[in-house]
């Protein structure tokens, strides 16, 4: 149990598109998603938090106008980088949380983003 | 803010030997909770142990186990009897119950040598 997919594992796309990823918990209902990028051989860095039917909550540096969050039900959550540039080329990793107290996160495999 | 500092970034360990990796934590809360990631080539994120900082005794899963020191804020993993496939990068995570999010450290980079 506690299966989180993401979608697509990997993504290329020209400077200046947009590109969405998806989340979505398989086999439970997740009160709440995590978003973070990671750099090769480095840690996670939280972007964002998000909860069902609400705005997600960005950590301070994230451009919230860059990396939309929707979080429209209890299984899915999307994050759609905006107008993509190679900087934003990175490893996005989701996770999901269940209401409950254990506190752990599910993690998504994660997708690469390539910006040419 | 709390932070989370694993000053090994790399270990080695000999098949079938012990080894622990070293995480401490900086926080002004009193109930929160401690993990330990692990990811391997694939990169995909893998629970290994949880504690829980109300929790005195310290949480064991198979091999592993971990070294619990609440007024040191110390939280150091021990992987007994190691296995190839326990190579990968451990990531030791702080969870603030009051904020809902986790802060992690940077990672120890685990070699199992045959």
């Known amino acids: 149990g506690a299966v989180v997919s993401q979608h697509p594992s990997w993504v290329i796309c020209k400077s200046g598109t947009s590109v969405k990823i998806e989340c979505r918990s398989l086999d439970f209902q997740a009160t709440t998603m995590f978003w973070y990028r990671q750099f090769p051989k480095q840690s996670l860095m939280l972007m964002a938090t998000?909860?069902?039917?609400?705005?997600?909550?960005?950590e301070q540096g994230v451009e919230k106008d860059k990396f939309l969050i929707n979080h429209a039900s209890l299984t899915l959550s999307t994050l759609t980088v905006t107008s993509a540039h190679p900087e934003d080329s990175s490893f996005y990793i989701c996770?999901?949380?269940?209401?409950?107290?254990?506190?752990?996160?599910?993690f998504g495999p994660g997708t690469r983003l390539t910006v040419t | 803010a709390q932070t989370v500092t694993q000053s090994q970034p790399e270990m080695s360990v000999q098949e079938a030997e012990t080894v622990t990796l070293s995480c401490t934590y900086d926080t002004s809360e009193s109930d929160y909770y401690l993990f330990w990631y692990k990811q391997p080539p694939s990169r995909q994120m893998i629970l290994v142990i949880r504690q829980e900082a109300y929790k005195q005794q310290n949480a064991t899963e198979n091999r592993f186990s971990v070294n619990f020191q609440k007024a040191a804020k110390s939280f150091s993993l021990k992987i007994s009897d190691s296995q190839l496939g326990d190579a990968a990068m451990y990531f030791c995570a702080y969870h603030n119950t009051n904020a809902g999010k986790s802060t992690f450290g940077d990672g120890t980079t685990l070699t199992v040598k045959p």
């Open positions: 998000s909860n069902e039917g609400s705005k997600a909550t960005y």
């Open positions: 996770s999901a949380g269940t209401s409950g107290g254990s506190y752990e996160q599910y």
